[in-house]
Structure formats: structure tokens, C-alpha cells
């Protein structure tokens, strides 16, 4: 009897464990399943994970810019800052970068990512940072020299946790140190880098919905003001501490989603508003 009933309660543990599920209960499960192809580096299939859209290789333009030469002619730096290659971010700086030289402006891009630049500042160059005492190291140096060189600077990089990605803030850091981008004088701080404008290009997953800047929000109007005018109190207060101008910033929070059937479209669509907003700001001034 005794073997009976072992046999038996063998029988109902094994049962349980056929259908015990593999996964617990509490894994969260996308809302939109994924259905475009895995990004090769990193796996990613879809936004509804992480709100990253992934271009498709036929719709990636990658873009080389020409650099800097000593012609008299306008330059204009783009600082990017974005891990993948075909992301959205990448998109809206190759279609700028491509625009300005069109528009007969030189161009020189610094691929963080690419250099592998370290945004940690660390203890040997904090007084160099903070103070200007010492040299800076050569390869801040170099990016010195590139900031000097140019009419405008365009950092350009994903929201992450509401600010710039790590990479870029780092480059700020230790590049515009003070008694380069700074200095102290008799009536507070004053900003070096006359003459230079500022802008910044940001692509985004949960702003309220919008593209462009202040007043350009489309699904949440209200959120997204809130938003950019909290952006433009930033923006402001670093041009005001590099003497620089503030050009204010092109957000984009409507990304093609990646199961988006117009996606080559909606792409083309987003591109084109960028270069209305970048001949508004640059171009189309007076
Ligand atoms: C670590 C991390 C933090 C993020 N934080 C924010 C955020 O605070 N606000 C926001 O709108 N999007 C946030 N996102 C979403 C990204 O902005 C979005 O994935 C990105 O703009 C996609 O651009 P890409 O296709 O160029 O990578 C975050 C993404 C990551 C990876």
C-alpha cells in the first residue's frame, strides 16, 4: 500500500513539474512583439523593449564628412555620442552633416564611440578640468584645437535618463575646461569661445511626442514644452559659461517604430523636418 501511494504521489510531482512554467510569472511581456530583424551588435529586435529603432541596412547612409581644411569658409563640429551605427540618432547626424557640406560649410565629426573616449575625469586631470592648472593631456588637446577651429559646435546623441548619453558629457568635461572655455574676471565668470554657436540634436523615447523644439510638440503639447524649456534653461546657462550662443536644439520623440510598414517614409520624413529646422536656425535667419 505503502509503495502504492509512493508511486502515486511520484506520479502527480512529475505532472506538476510538466506544467510548472519555465518562466516566472512576473517577467514583463513586451507589449509589441518584436518583428523587424536583430541588430547584429546588440541583439535589439525592436523599440517596444527599448524604444531604440534599428534602420534597416538598406535604408543606413553612412556619412563621411570631409574634415576640416584651412579654407575661409564656415566650420561646423559635430560631437556624436550613440553606440550603434544604424540608430536613428546616427540617421539625424549623417542627413546633417551631409546638409551642411551641401550648404558649402566644412565639416568635422569626432565618433566618440569610435575614438573610444573616456568620459571619466579622472583624479590626474581634475585640476586641469576645473582650475586650468597644468597642460591638458594630448588628446584633449587635440579636440581643443578643434573646438577653436570651428563657427559651430553640434553635439548629438540619444536622451538617456533625461540628459546627454555619458560619452558626451564626459567630452564636455574635460574639454571645455576652464581657462579654455572660461575664465574668472572682475565681474564673475567669463565664457572664451566668442563668436561660436551651440546647438544640440536629440533623439528621444518618452518626451510627450513631438519633433523639432519649443512649441513644435505633437501628441502631449504640454508635456513637451515642459520638456524643451527645461532643456533650453541648460542649453542657455552653457552658452552663457563658454561665451558661446545657444542655437537651441532639434528633439525628435516620434522615431519610426520598427514595425512601422511606412517605416522608409516615415525616415524620409523625419530627415526632411530636421533639414527645415537646421535651415531655419542656420540659413534662413534674416
Ligand atoms: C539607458 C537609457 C535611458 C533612457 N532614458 C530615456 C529618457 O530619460 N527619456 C527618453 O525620452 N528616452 C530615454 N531612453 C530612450 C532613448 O532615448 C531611445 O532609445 C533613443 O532615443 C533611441 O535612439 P537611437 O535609435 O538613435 O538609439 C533611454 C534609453 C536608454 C538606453
Same mark, same amino acid.
Given at each position: 500500500m505503502k509503495k502504492i501511494l509512493l508511486s502515486v504521489l511520484a506520479l502527480v510531482m512529475l505532472a506538476g513539474c510538466a506544467t510548472t512554467? *519555465? *518562466?516566472?510569472? *512576473?517577467t514583463p511581456t513586451p507589449s509589441v512583439q518584436p518583428t523587424a530583424p536583430a541588430d547584429a551588435e546588440t541583439g535589439a529586435t525592436s523599440d517596444a523593449t527599448t524604444s531604440a529603432s534599428i534602420v534597416v541596412d538598406e535604408l543606413v547612409k553612412e556619412y563621411t564628412p570631409k574634415g576640416f581644411t584651412d579654407a575661409e569658409v564656415e566650420k561646423v563640429l559635430f560631437v556624436v555620442g550613440d553606440p550603434?551605427?544604424?540608430s536613428v540618432t546616427w540617421d539625424l547626424a549623417n542627413t546633417a552633416m551631409a546638409y551642411f557640406e551641401e550648404k558649402g560649410m566644412e565639416v568635422e565629426l569626432r565618433d566618440l564611440y569610435a575614438m573610444n573616449f573616456n568620459p571619466v575625469l579622472s583624479v590626474e586631470n581634475f585640476y586641469y578640468a576645473k582650475d586650468g592648472a597644468g597642460e591638458p593631456t594630448t588628446e584633449i588637446k587635440a579636440e581643443q584645437e578643434l573646438v577653436k577651429a570651428a563657427d559651430h559646435i553640434i553635439f548629438v546623441y540619444p536622451n538617456w535618463h533625461d540628459s546627454e548619453i555619458a560619452i558626451v558629457k564626459g567630452y564636455k568635461e574635460e574639454v571645455f575646461a576652464k581657462k579654455f572655455a572660461y575664465q574668472d574676471s572682475e565681474s564673475g565668470l567669463e565664457g572664451l569661445l566668442k563668436d561660436k554657436s551651440i546647438y544640440t540634436i536629440m533623439n528621444c523615447g518618452y518626451l510627450g511626442g513631438g519633433r523639432g523644439w519649443i512649441g513644435d510638440g505633437i501628441i502631449d503639447t504640454e508635456t513637451w514644452d515642459k520638456y524643451m524649456n527645461a532643456f533650453d534653461v541648460f542649453d542657455q546657462d552653457t552658452a552663457a559659461f563658454w561665451g558661446v550662443t545657444s542655437y537651441g536644439r532639434y528633439v525628435n520623440d516620434r522615431t519610426p517604430a520598427n514595425t512601422s510598414e511606412n517605416y522608409a517614409e516615415e525616415l524620409k520624413e523625419l530627415e526632411d523636418n530636421l533639414i527645415t529646422h537646421l535651415d531655419k536656425v542656420y540659413f534662413s535667419k534674416n
Open positions: 512554467p *519555465t *518562466t516566472p510569472e *512576473t550603434r551605427h544604424n
